[in-house]
């Protein structure tokens, strides 16, 4: 390799003027790639290391990728690292598929690569790497560039034996041409193709658009598992070939398109390979993250799944599918009698995956099942039960006596782990007085659990006048005032609900103000709860607002400022002082965490508390109206403080475009309804308003936008209730 030639004009780009993906110059990048060259192997991996970090950074580029295309195609060309460099460089030029107008960079290094191909396409047949060949075609189709490259496809395809090679030539030809799908890929559908080719046809048919037929459906299905038959160098969507068909065939929106890619994972599911089942259940997890339709189309096959696997012998298989079921919840219904079956098992970790799942998805059924299981054996099963993960809704399982039974006999096992005294006092919470029966065990229990059971004393106590009432403020009243530290608060926020005593929460407070975070946003909350009784509350709220040494200001800390000036507020403060603090934060938030959306809310939210005298923050608020995420929240806060749209259409999409791809849709349908209250005109506007939210309510793609099945679930069939809900008030409602 002569290192002399390969960087002979490496000086003429002007190299000190050009971004790297940091943002900083990229002097170094001259020296970086001469050392790719190095006979120092340690030198040569930093460099291919901080290749990737300075010139492609997460899949971006910059400015100095494309200069450096030139020198890394001739190292390539010259063998050197040539596998990585081809990854790199094919890479380098995003996908062609998924930007119909690609950023300026990614263009330029598209048109960098293209002007290699004369380095690049040899390589597509000249080495004995097959990994080599198969990467130089995958990198010479992605740049586009079809009469340069196709031609040379053409030949290779011709004299290539390797499978995983003729696969890459077959996608390449047809991603540079859709047309050459009929002359390339519809023959290789055969079975006396390799399967490599025979699955990477199928694929490139659905990207040439052709229709779905039998003979691709039949296809498809026999190559399973194919996973094993792909390997495409940087390009993960086809390595999973069933979601791959399955995204094609959703993309194009049509009935039987959707049909047709329910028919084959339905298909996959019921196959007896396990392996097949397992990339079928991955597809099935995303198919229900994306469509409305798909768990009604698939949990039959689920549950057909779980009818006739072995679970001693497919562990992982049934597990997974159990998973996705409780991820569905209700929507998983006709699965109920798999899941009882399987709640029995004599495998105890097994049960409690079906059990979990079973109280996810018919909780009345799982109840009497979860009070005759050996609760300490059922983490999972219990941990749903008690409405945990927090921030996943809990379920309303019913309160039995047989299992209220059970929960007071685990509360009261001497060892009892913290955790589970936590799981054990949210189910009684949420139970409320039908489980005042508890009240012995969770006083016993108080002792240690400080920060948890006084919640659910409170909560279970019965609604009027007892002795049990009494007793219990007579034990919180102690615990607030001269219990363990960590759980005066509690206790005191407890006494506070059950008797709207307040002294005890008022001495407990400021210790709370005291501290950080999430910690001084919770205890302001309660503050401002207590209003102008707890004036005295005052000092300890501007201390928290005080700069301290070692705590920056970081999320969590900026949510804190912004409840704690809504706190001095309403404990009589001035307006003034509170729009400062407020303005701080919304300008902390755009100047230095652009998209820092938490803090965001508690502002908006706490300005909104201001009314009238929050108008100040009006010009800060409508900066927040551009970002889907933060939206929502300006918009309520801007009609809260009186504020009139002179362009209440161009809200309402924005509000829109915010339920459509932002977390939380169904904040921004609330938001929407007040937008609607405040602008009655926007009901038969020519905006669209109203149209375009039966479209979002009506159509199969869900709005919520969540890689998580429970959350796009929930959040999705939340929205779909709320937004038909809204649609029928507003055609009721007179017009204007």
Known sequence: MDVAQIFVDVGQAPWGELRTCGGGSAEHVPGMLRALASDDEDEADTAFLG??????????????????IPFLARLAAAGCESLGLLEFLGAATGDPREEHAPSA???????????????????????????????AAWAAARTGAAAEAAPVLRRRWTEEQDPLVRAELLAGLVRLDPRCAAEFALPSLGSGHHGSVRIVAVLMCLDAGLPWTPSLHETALSLLPAEPLVLAPYEQERTDPVRYVLDAL?????????????????????????????????????????????????????AALLRGAAPADEPDVVREALDL??????????AVPELTALAAADDDDLA??????????????AAPLLARSPLGLRPGALAAACGLPEDRPAPPIPCTPELLDAVRARLAVPDLEAFDGHMLSRRLTAWGPAAAAALPELTAALPRFPNDVPGALAAVCPTHGSTDRDRVAGLLRAAATHGPQEGRLAAAAALHELTEETGPLLDALPDALDGYGLQVANAAAQAAGLGRGAARLRPALRAA?????????????????????????????AADEAVAVLSGV???????????????????????????EGRPLIPALERLLGDPETAPAAVGALLALGHRFTDPDRVADRLLDAAECAPGPESALDTLRELLAHHPELRTSGGGVLPRLTELAERDRRVAASDLVWEAVVRDELFRACARDLLARQRRAPVA
């Open 325 to 334: 079921l409780a991820r569905l919840g209700r929507q998983a219904a006709p």
């Open 51 to 68: 290749l990737y970090e300075t010139l492609l950074d997460d899949g971006a580029v910059c400015e100095a990728t494309a200069a450096a």
């Open 545 to 573: 607002l005080a700069p301290r040494d070692g705590i920056g200001r970081d999320e969590r800390q900026l949510a804190a400022e912004a409840e704690t000036a809504l706190a001095l507020y309403r404990l009589g403060g």
């Open 105 to 135: 960079e990614t263009a330029a290094c598209r048109r960098a690569l293209a002007a290699q191909l004369p380095l690049i396409l040899p390589l597509t047949g000249e080495t004995a790497d097959p990994r080599v060949r198969q990467t």
């Open 586 to 612: 919304l300008d902390d938030v755009a100047r230095a965490r652009p998209g820092c959306r938490w803090p965001v809310l508690h502002a908006a939210e706490a300005a909104a508390g201001l009314g009238p």
């Open 352 to 365: 409690d995956c079906a059990l979990e799942a079973l109280v996810r998805v018919a909780p009345e059924a």
């Open 250 to 302: 959703l993309a194009r929106g049509a009935d039987e398109d959707r049909d047709s890619a329910y028919t084959l994972l339905d298909a996959a599911l019921r196959s007896p390979d396990p392996r097949a089942q397992t990339e079928a259940l991955k597809a099935a997890d995303h198919a229900c993250t994306v469509s409305r339709a798909a768990p009604g189309r698939l949990v039959p096959a689920l």
